[in-house]
């Protein structure tokens, strides 16, 4: 007998996704992923000022705010063909990059490790062995035995009062679990310096955006940093200064700690490069734009059909008419209505916002999320398909890192893991963690040229938008930290007439589409283990390998009187 | 000494948003001493970790569901916070949970944390507060301003 697995809300917060697996013989056999809210910001931006979108988009996800408020400005920049100082690119992109950065470390050791990492386990660790290990990986300065032990010490502490805090609602002990304890204790260690590190990406977010956590500084047009060398109140050199020892502090935790853990732990749990694969179709857009006008990018993007890096198609600029035209929406088995009937896939200029809900249908309607295609494709977007797409376009650093890290999993797995393993769980995992290097030495780059510029005496950071009359239709997109992420507007006469996002969590979270495929988290369920239904430890991470966005974390929540799993046999 | 009023939630659902609503009134009418803080967390979490490191207290405005009559106001403290933070009283308590057990972990979780919040009278799509919600936002202002008085701090209307 089969029985159905049903795990809501499967992030910590406000439950917004919940995802339904049938299980039998301790295997996924049919998943369906539901987006347990209406996103309805698309209504509230009809009829206003195309300036204003950025800051009220930015209020869609309190994860993702600045990739919102950066992909709604491009939108509007983009209908009116407004070009933008370099030095708003410049500013733009270390803001987006401290962003990916943050995201992805947070990501991985604060909401995803914990799916691998047995706390309870570290406490039977021998500190010494685990920092010899650790010593062994890598020459970060917080590997030493009194560290390791300084830590465990804390957390025998915590354990002693009865209390996990932070590391609460763990499986711990489940079968799925196979790290010795003393990389159970590496991993803990490096938890708490990451906790530490994070911050320091947090502040250059804050100090270039002006406020935190929700920037200030974007405007259409450019951003709103006054910038001089030495004046007070504005981005003075002394703060840039500040900026780039962030910068190398981050540089250092990515390439020393990240990049190493995720290839310890990843070995550990090779048979994980056989699941999760799913969707293997894969679409990034370029960013970090080097002109004003977006047609020079220095991290590419495109599409890769069925798995195979030869079929990578680039996308070249923020006109680009083959992403442009590729992109459409359906809603068949999403709780909406197109008024021309729910067979058809619109375009998202042409795109409806209007509510049909039904109730759960395991065949007819079971999401708010909409279904999007690429020419009729689900896709799968993320930091995967970023790597493979970057890896495709010949990006060197991008092969740099992935070669890297592919030998050191070899090594430590002891048998060759080859691109291939990528296509997985734990792939996304090794994904983020390549694509974050080649962010931080990104970061760098832009702060390098923001400072050449300046000191060539170019201090220019707005251009002002004019809004004629008639109608403009624009599209921004970015390359978001889970992927494609796209504002579509069509302003008329200076007013938003309409305005749709299709936001990363869309493209991998969402329903069957028109011709009943399913999407990317769906098909990556399929086939994967379930050692006990009613911990279903597996799911959780092929689906927080994503990183979710509909919500922020991982886990589930211990909420006494709301079960977040239940299991019933059908 | 250190406090942050931190004004929680999404003004994308009217009543939802009523703390960050709080804090942009505070910040707006009046000058925060150095040592306090207003900030719009919106439905944030680990991005705002650094700014609620040390604090000497915390005062969450939120929107927080209970079983009281709609827009009636409600000032929590001592015993009853952690409650707040186990039920689903607001929809972000499991973010901000998350931000306090991680600098519990550190040691660096505030002093005292004090919740003022407002019972919803509408959740529903839009950036304007209900009239009901909305005609209690002063008197939210003023139970803020009393927290931050009683633990000594001397604040001023702007001019």
Known sequence: ?570 | MRIVVLGLGNILLSDEGVGVRVVEALAAGWQAPDEVEFVDGGTCAMEMLEQLEDLDALIVVDCVRGNRAPATPVVLKGAEVPVFFRTKLSPHQAGLSDVLASLEFTGCAPQETVIIGIEPVSLALGMELSPAVAARLPELVALTLTELRARGVTIEERA
Not at chain 1, 301 to 319: A, D, Q, W
Request: hydrophobic share 40%; glycine share 8%.
């Open chain 1, 1 to 570: 007998m089969s029985k159905r697995v049903t795990i809501d809300p499967i992030t910590r917060i406000e439950g917004h996704l919940r995802v339904d697996v049938e299980v039998d013989g301790g295997t996924v056999r049919k998943a369906w992923a539901s987006g347990q809210m209406w996103r309805g910001v698309e209504n509230i931006l009809i009829g206003r000022d195309p300036r204003d979108a950025w800051a009220i988009t930015q209020r869609i996800c309190g994860v993702c705010t600045t990739v919102h408020a950066m992909a709604s400005v491009r939108a509007v920049e983009n209908a009116l063909q407004l070009e933008i100082p370099v030095n708003a690119q410049y500013i733009r992109n270390m803001i987006m990059l401290s962003h990916a950065v943050h995201d992805h470390i947070v990501h991985f050791y604060h909401l995803s490790a914990l799916d691998w990492v047995d706390v309870v386990s570290a406490l039977k660790a021998d500190p010494g062995k685990a920092s010899s290990l650790a010593q062994s990986l890598s020459t970060w300065e917080g590997n030493s035995k009194s560290e390791f032990t300084k830590v465990q010490d804390k957390l025998k502490g915590f354990v002693g009062t009865g209390q996990l805090g932070i590391f609460t609602n763990g499986y711990w002990g489940h079968p799925a679990m196979k790290l010795s304890p003393e990389v159970n204790l590496l991993a803990v260690v490096h938890y708490l310096q990451a906790l530490e590190v994070q911050r320091h990406a947090s502040k250059i977010v804050a100090i270039l955006g002006s406020k935190s956590p929700h920037i200030q500084n974007v405007a259409v047009g450019g951003v709103a940093n006054p910038l001089s060398l030495d004046s007070q109140s504005v981005l003075t050199l002394e703060r840039l200064m500040a900026v780039k020892e962030w910068i190398d502090s981050l540089d250092d935790f990515v390439k020393n700690v990240y990049l190493v853990d995720v290839a310890a732990i990843g070995a550990f749990y090779a048979d994980w490069t056989k699941y999760g694969r799913g969707i293997t179709e894969y679409l990034s857009v370029p960013d970090i734009p080097l002109d004003g006008k977006g047609t020079e990018f220095a991290l590419p993007g495109g599409y890769i059909e069925n798995g195979k890096l030869e079929s990578y198609k680039p996308i070249k600029t923020f006109n680009d008419k083959y992403f442009i035209d590729g992109v459409s929406e359906a809603v068949k088995h999403s709780w909406y209505d197109y008024k021309e009937g729910n067979d058809k896939s619109l375009h998202p200029y042409k795109g409806e916002t209007r509510p049909n809900y039904t109730d759960f249908q395991d065949d007819g309607k079971y999401s708010w999320l909409k279904s999007p295609t690429f020419y009729g494709k689900p896709m799968q977007v993320g930091p995967l398909s970023r790597v493979l797409n970057m890896l495709a376009a010949g990006h060197e650093p991008t092969t740099k890192y992935a070669t890297a890290e592919l030998e050191l999993v070899s090594s430590l797995a002891g048998a060759k893991v080859g691109l291939d393993a990528m296509h997985s769980t734990i792939g996304r995992h090794a994904a983020r963690a390549i694509g974050c290097a080649v962010q931080c030495d990104e970061l760098n780059r832009q702060w390098n040229l923001l400072v050449a510029n300046m000191g060539k005496g170019d201090f220019k950071t707005f251009n002002a938008p004019a809004f004629p009359k008639g109608e403009q239709m624009g599209v921004g997109f970015h390359e978001a930290p889970r992927g494609v992420l796209s504002h579509w507007v069509v302003i008329d006469s200076g007013k938003i007439r309409n305005y749709q996002c299709v936001v990363p969590t869309t493209w991998n979270a969402a329903p069957r589409n028109e011709k009943d495929q399913p999407g990317a988290y769906e098909a990556c369920l399929l086939g994967n283990p379930v050692a006990q239904p009613d911990k279903p430890l597996e799911v959780l991470r092929t689906v927080h390998s994503f990183d979710p966005c509909l919500a922020c974390a991982v886990h589930v929540v211990d909420q006494r009187n709301n079960p977040v799993v239940t299991v019933t046999a059908v």
